[in-house]
């Protein structure tokens, strides 16, 4: 259904090319028809009613159609517009002929060519129409891909590879990535603890928006922040925070507080790794695997939950895991995580359970220091 507002101060010829109109459109279009007498009434229920179509008398008392075409040009610039004149006047035809809506026709042309002028103007509102369809589903469909995008670049972010830190700076903005690849940047790597290995991606994705709402709320003042989900497990998500311009603030506290109010919020713990100083690009990736693998051993026990883990760009061969009472040692058995990983994705299974009882057969987990777990090692 399209609407038309027929404008002229003498009322036989609206009546005239009302007829005209209803009889010429009735096969082609579905239309309503309204008729005013002046560009004042025309203005007045524009304000009230939408108008595909103007039709529209160039000389009027009080104001022209030619003032009144620009008045509504102001607001509503997709209305299509048809001047009707009683002669061919030029000057106004001139100024309005840049105007890719409106057009310009004598009340002396045949039926048949003014209603195949305002055919014209339906046409070009259907074309229209269906080009904001498609713009549309266009946005919607690239709204719900960001997240898979962002995803994308950051894990290559993450684990390094030949990009140049302008091909990555021009991914992030594309994918609306906030962070700055040239500028230094924390890493923070979490995984929810006591989740099962089986648990549905919808259900991990759910935790990890809890995550990262929260960590909004004492982050979001003082750094840009993007998050990265690493797939196949049910851990961790990664964060990417940078210093804002302004800011020279640290993490020092605020992965606790995270803590606390997630286990508030969920009923669950976070554990966390964290870089205890702000990663240049190029140690990015030597950090990210640090971390992946300590979190991946996390993991898997369930007395160790909700620690704060500080990582460095050093080759240190320990580390210390710390809670509230507890301190862990050595992390060079953890290293030989991502072997064990290579063995499970080359299905060689002697190897794998060989490798996975030397890194866990020299660990014993105790529970009575101060009612909280700590792992020591007895080499």
């Known amino acids: 259904m399209y609407s038309i507002l027929l404008v002229d101060d003498e009322q036989d010829v609206i009546e005239y090319f009302q007829r005209m109109l209803e009889n010429g459109l009735a096969e082609y279009a579905d239309v309503d028809i309204y008729t005013v007498y002046s560009s004042k009434e025309a203005l007045e229920l524009f304000e009230q009613y939408k108008f595909d179509i103007v039709i529209t008398d160039v000389q009027m008392p009080q104001m022209s159609g030619i003032d009144m075409y620009h008045r509504i040009r102001e607001q509503w610039s997709k209305t299509q517009i048809i001047f009707l004149s009683g002669y061919m006047e030029f000057q106004y035809a001139y100024a309005i002929a840049q105007d890719t809506h409106a057009r310009f026709i004598t009340k002396m042309e045949p039926t048949e060519k003014i209603v195949n002028t305002v055919l014209q103007a339906i046409e070009e509102l259907e074309q229209e129409f269906h080009e904001q369809e498609l713009l549309n589903q266009a946005i919607a469909t690239n709204i719900k891909a960001i997240p898979l995008l962002q995803n994308n670049y950051l894990n290559t972010y993450l684990n390094g590879g030949d990009d140049t830190v302008s091909d990555i700076q021009e991914d992030f903005q594309y994918a609306e990535i906030r962070i700055d690849p040239a500028k230094p940047v924390y890493l923070v790597g979490m995984i929810i603890d006591g989740l099962p290995f089986d648990i549905k991606p919808k259900e991990l994705e759910k935790y990890s928006r809890f995550v990262y709402s929260i960590g909004e709320k004492y982050l979001s003042a003082d750094f840009e922040s993007a998050s990265y989900l690493y797939e196949g497990t049910k851990f961790p998500l990664f964060w990417i925070l940078q210093r804002k311009i302004d800011s020279n603030a640290a993490l020092d506290g605020r992965l606790e507080y995270i803590q606390h109010g997630f ?6 713990t976070l554990t966390c790794s964290y870089s205890e100083k702000i990663c240049a690009y190029e140690d990015i990736p030597h950090i990210y695997e640090k971390m992946k693998n300590t979190l991946g051993y996390c993991s898997y026990s369930s007395d160790i939950t909700e620690n704060l883990i500080p990582c460095t760009d050093e080759e240190l061969e320990g580390f210390e895991l710390i809670d509230s009472s507890a301190r862990v040692i050595k992390r060079n058995r953890l290293d030989r995580i991502q072997e064990l990983e290579s ?27 101060k009612g909280n777990s700590c792992i020591r090692s007895l080499l």
Do not use: A, G, H, N
Request: aromatic fraction near 22%; charge should be negative.
């Open 263 to 268: 286990s508030r919020t969920i009923d669950k």
């Open 343 to 369: 063995y499970m994705e080359l299905d060689r299974e002697e190897q794998y359970f060989v490798l996975f009882d030397d890194i866990v057969q020299p660990l014993f987990i105790y529970k009575e220091w």
